[in-house]
């Protein structure tokens, strides 16, 4: 092999694509040194995620974004030039010249150039505030002038405006889409989708104006608004226009290369341009008429080349490619598969239809309906990845094809993955099939998709095939016969619920002896706060005795912010306050410049305290009564109180009284996540009880209980547990159910999940929590007791131990203080600087 | 690198740091975490730094391995450095820097 000649490969562009095909060609080329690759890309970075670009406004960084280091290029011998634009090439020559005066020699030219925002030549664009939506430089941009404006309107109502339009509201602007065309996203959608899109979109708080032809954008200096064509003006602060992109074929066109008449590089199946050494690839190429606008055909497009200049025999062909999509607009889902439209072919429709909900589902069958020819999903696209393999490999429907699209019955998904055949195409942006994953899965024992990406690569690009993944893993140990469980990680083999018993049972009380008897390995960050918990549900020893296998927030009993300080967040049993209390938490937030807030939780939160003051800002609240809020721990916090019967009108009971009792017999509690309360003192539920893990309800005739509500990030309302109970029941089932709960849930499983997973639902937890069927009640109760016995304040403890309390510095051989800390004014208090 | 012609400087007493975690020192200007892994009976000393966002806050991390690699784990958002080299274990680009210890007479010393 190595006694080949050497072969200069120049690619022009450093996009995804460009970055793809290098990653090919060095894997493909192993051991290989023929290949001297040289890449120039006009960007000032290496080649990052633009698919996921969005993901910039919401924090991901562009190391985040980045395909691979500069490093990976130097490592595997690719000269990679950055901020370098190819200006011409002289085919004659074989050579490419930059803009800064380069000449390199070529063999085999790789044209990656990809495409450039398609601005339409409306009067006024050039003004300021008017910004297309394709590069980090253009995000950047966008950002720093948003901070001025107010309002955003898109151009183009298409996939990727859609994109852009969720990415300005979430600025915080008022956001209008305006659409030339009669619907939204008219390529991929029919019209009664599009409507049921826009109804949604216009949810979110997006206004959506159709059929609008721009004829001038107003303003002087600065866009100041849109003018169209029917005479109606639209006033914004800021356009971005996504209305389609125009393949960069400047350079190829400039030298004498075939060219469409819309753009793009005229390429044949092996991607060659009509000169024979070169190519192109990604959204530059033009292929049998077509630029394909997505990833996953480049990535292909990438495999060809790079496979054609390896083997010589058996080259593969570039084919064309499906064009299905899923939209990723978070909140909304979106997709197109196979012929959405059937304009041409003949066919039978399937439509699901519910307005209500805002559901949307279209299927086009063969006439004899036997294979499925594409179709529509819209406000629900869960069968998704399954419908779009069954166009693809041409599977034959059952009987019923309208099953489906129609909301799954009990537990039954729309289909699995195993039905497919093994040539199925699973992760069409790194082209592997079902039968490689499934391969992988068995021949390297992989357990997750962690370990499915890592050996397979697929799932690396656009994530859409992750959930199929899971699928194929469950399936494949199903086959194998292995029972599925979710073991805690590579340490122990054991799901939370089988290391819970066996800790309990052998009475450990240590991380190192759990480790010693039932693990492998040194532990790490997934096992050690996971133990923790255990041995703190189980023992209620102070966690502060263990603290480097706790959490970062209980190590230092206290939550850590950006820039490195802690809050303080005392208890404020059921939001009850003395006047002495509200002072010294003045005090302590005076002498030592804290931040002051009042919580969602009924409570007054401190910010900004270093680690080393902690200890003295806890011993003065500890002298009027205050006692650790536990705001840091995966443990009781706060039991939210209404006013209830002693002060209120309407009140039937006196809620704050019971709120105070619930929650003094649980503070400290600690659980496989966090735990809250609530009592309300009539039907009006001012406590919001109902969104709790635990919520108490007065009624004339006692209390009703209600478990599993939460609010956060996927909030639910709480289920009716009994009614009517007296306290004394009422806490007895409480202790039950916390119990019952923290020996079976998984890690980090709040109530509310652990819920849905509970087979047999209220019926069943009635049974074990109420009738005592599995008759665990009285151990529940009596384990139960013991924390409620063993309760100290940590706290305390902490504070009057030396040695615990020695723990809190930032250097052990200094007393300074953490000298990178930051802090920068606002509305007369601090807050940390930026990061 | 002759290890013995390192410049040595003397960080704190053994009993300053938690076994089987990690504690933050002050040289020459620099935060430096060390950890003193007694699970396998070795010491580690790394940038105090976090690379990821910047936080000084390493040695503060949960240390542990995979696949027999030590590591530690960032408390911020839990990215994960191997101790031994340094290197990014979700395969991220940046890194952190690793320094020779070594414990004499129950002092622990770094060569920075
Ligand atoms: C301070 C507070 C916001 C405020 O200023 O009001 C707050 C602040 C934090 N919340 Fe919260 N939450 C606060 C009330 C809430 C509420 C409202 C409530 O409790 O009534 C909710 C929704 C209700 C719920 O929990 O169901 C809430 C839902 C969350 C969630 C999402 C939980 C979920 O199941 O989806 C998280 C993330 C988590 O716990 O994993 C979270 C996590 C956090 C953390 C601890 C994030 C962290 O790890 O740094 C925040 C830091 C607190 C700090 O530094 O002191 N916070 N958080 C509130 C403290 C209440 C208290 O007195 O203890
Ligand atoms: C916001 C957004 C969201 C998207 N979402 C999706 C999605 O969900 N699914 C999907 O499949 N696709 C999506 N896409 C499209 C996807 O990003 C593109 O298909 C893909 O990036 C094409 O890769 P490429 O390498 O051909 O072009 P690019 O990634 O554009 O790379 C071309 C590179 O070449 C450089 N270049 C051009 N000319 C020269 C020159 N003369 N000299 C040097 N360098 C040059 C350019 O600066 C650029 O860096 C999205 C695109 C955007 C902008
Ligand atoms: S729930 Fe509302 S109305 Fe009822 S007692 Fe409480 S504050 Fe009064
Ligand atoms: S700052 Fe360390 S992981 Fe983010």
């Known amino acids: 092999m190595s006694n080949q000649a050497p072969v200069r490969v120049v690619v022009v562009g450093n996009g995804m694509v460009g970055y793809k095909f290098c990653e090919k060609l060095v894997a493909k080329s192993k051991g290989d040194n023929r290949f001297h690759i040289t890449v120039f890309g006009e960007e000032p970075r290496p080649a990052y995620d633009r698919v996921h670009l969005s993901a910039y406004f919401s924090g991901a960084s562009v190391e985040d974004l980045t395909l691979a280091p500069a490093a990976w290029y130097s490592d595997n011998n690719i000269k990679l030039l950055t901020g370098e634009c190819v200006v011409k090439i002289d085919r004659a020559a074989q050579t490419i010249a930059t803009h800064s005066g380069l000449v390199v020699p070529y063999d085999t030219l790789v044209m990656a150039t990809g495409s450039a925002a398609f601005v339409p030549p409306v009067p006024g664009v050039e003004k300021d505030g008017v910004f297309v939506y394709r590069t980090i430089e253009d995000l950047d941009a966008m950002m720093s002038y948003a901070k001025t404006a107010t309002k955003a309107v898109v151009i183009g109502g298409g996939l990727l405006g859609l994109e852009a339009a969720k990415a300005t509201l979430d600025l915080g602007l008022e956001t209008h889409v305006v659409e030339f065309a009669s619907r939204l996203m008219p390529r991929q959608l029919d019209a009664a989708g599009a409507a049921m899109l826009k109804r949604k979109i216009e949810n979110l708080g997006i206004s959506i104006h159709l059929n609008k032809n721009t004829t001038h954008f107003t303003g002087n200096d600065a866009v100041t608004g849109l003018h169209f064509a029917d005479e109606s003006l639209l006033p914004t602060d800021m356009v971005v226009i996504s209305a389609g992109i ?26 060659q341009t009509s000169d024979a050494r070169i190519f192109a690839i990604g959204e530059c190429a033009l292929h049998n008429g077509m630029i394909y606008g997505l990833v996953a055909p480049g990535y292909d497009m990438a495999d060809v080349v790079a496979t054609n200049l390896v083997t010589a025999n058996a080259p593969p062909f570039f084919r064309g490619f499906d064009m299905s999509t899923k939209l990723k607009l978070i909140g909304v889902d979106v997709a197109s598969f196979g012929d959405p439209f059937c304009e041409k072919t003949e066919h039978d429709t399937i439509l699901v239809e519910d307005k209500l909900k805002g559901v949307y589902k279209r299927l086009n069958v063969s006439p004899d309906g036997k294979h499925l020819l594409g179709g529509v999903l819209v406000g629900e696209a869960e069968g998704y990845n399954m419908l779009l393999q069954t166009v693809k490999n041409k599977i034959v429907l059952p009987p019923n094809p309208e099953d489906l699209i129609l909301p799954a019955r009990t537990g039954e998904s729309a289909g699995s993955g195993m039905v497919l055949p093994d040539e199925a195409c699973i992760c069409s942006c790194e082209n592997i099939s079902k039968g490689d994953i499934c391969a992988a899965i068995e021949t390297q024992n992989l357990t997750d998709v962690a370990g499915v990406k890592r050996c397979t690569k697929a799932g690396t690009g656009c994530g859409g095939c992750v959930p199929m993944l899971n699928d194929l893993l469950t399936e494949t140990f199903k086959k194998q016969g292995k029972v599925v469980r979710k073991v805690l990680c590579e340490h122990f083999n054991y799901t939370r619920q089988e290391l819970f018993h066996l800790v309990k049972l052998a009475g450990h009380t240590t991380y190192n002896e759990v480790l010693k008897a039932n693990g492998t390995g040194c532990g790490c960050e997934v096992c050690k706060p996971v133990v923790a918990s255990i041995l ?3 023992h209620n020893e102070i966690i502060a005795k263990q603290p480097v296998i706790q959490d970062t927030n ?19 049993p059921g939001g009850e306050i003395t006047p002495d209390q509200l002072i010294r938490l003045g005090e302590v937030a005076k002498q030592y410049g804290l931040y002051c807030k009042i919580t969602g939780g009924q409570r007054v939160d401190l910010f900004g305290a270093q680690v080393h003051q902690l200890p003295p800002i806890w011993e003065a609240l500890l002298e009027v009564g205050f006692e650790s809020g536990h705001a840091y721990g995966k443990a009781l916090r706060t039991v939210k109180s209404c006013v209830g019967n002693t002060w209120c009108r309407f009140g039937v009971q006196d809620s704050v009284t019971f709120a105070v009792e619930i929650e003094n017999r649980y503070k400290g509690f600690r659980a496989p996540h966090k735990l809250k309360g609530g009592v309300s003192g009539c039907t009006r539920e001012c406590a919001e009880a109902q969104s709790k893990d635990f919520g108490i309800i007065a009624t004339d005739k ?22 009517d109970l007296d306290k004394e029941t009422c806490v007895k089932y409480i202790d039950r159910f916390l119990m019952f709960y923290t020996r079976t849930a998984e890690p980090l499983q709040r109530t509310a999940p652990w819920f849905e997973k509970l087979e047999g639902g209220i019926h069943y937890l009635r049974e074990v929590i109420i009738d005592d069927s599995l008759g665990i009640c009285a151990d529940l109760e009596r384990d139960m007791q013991h924390i409620v016995h063993t309760y100290q304040d940590e706290w305390r403890t902490v504070v009057e131990n030396p040695e615990l309390r020695a723990q809190f510095r930032h250097f052990v051989n200094a007393e300074a203080s953490d000298p990178s800390l930051e802090f920068v004014e606002m509305r007369g208090q601090k807050r940390p600087a930026d990061w | 690198m002759n290890i013995h012609s390192l410049n040595w400087l003397k960080a704190a007493p053994v009993s300053a740091f938690p076994e089987n975690g990690g504690a933050c020192v002050m040289l020459n200007g620099q935060q430096i975490a060390i950890f003193n892994f007694a699970l396998t009976n070795k010491w580690y000393a790394t940038d105090n730094e976090c690379p990821h966002k910047h936080e ?11 696949a027999g690699e030590p590591k530690v784990a960032c408390p911020f958002h839990k990215k994960t450095f191997s101790l031994e080299t340094g290197l990014n274990l979700q395969g991220e680009s940046y890194c952190i820097r690793t320094y020779p210890v070594k414990v004499e007479d129950g002092v622990v010393y770094v060569a920075v």
């Open chain 1, 536 to 538: 703190a549900s189980i």
């Open chain 2, 56 to 66: 000084m806050a390493l040695a503060r991390g949960m240390i542990g391995d995979t």
């Open chain 1, 702 to 723: 006692g209390w009703n209980l209600y478990v599993c509500g939460n609010g956060g990030t996927k909030p639910k309302h709480a289920v009716l547990l009994a009614a």
């Open chain 1, 246 to 271: 125009k393949p960069r074929d400047e350079l190829a066109k400039e030298a004498g290369l075939a060219t469409g008449p819309r753009g793009g590089i005229v390429v044949n199946d092996s991607l």
């Open chain 1, 554 to 572: 209980d190590r230092f009993l206290a939550n850590i912010q950006r820039g490195g300080t802690y809050s303080v967040v005392p208890r404020v």
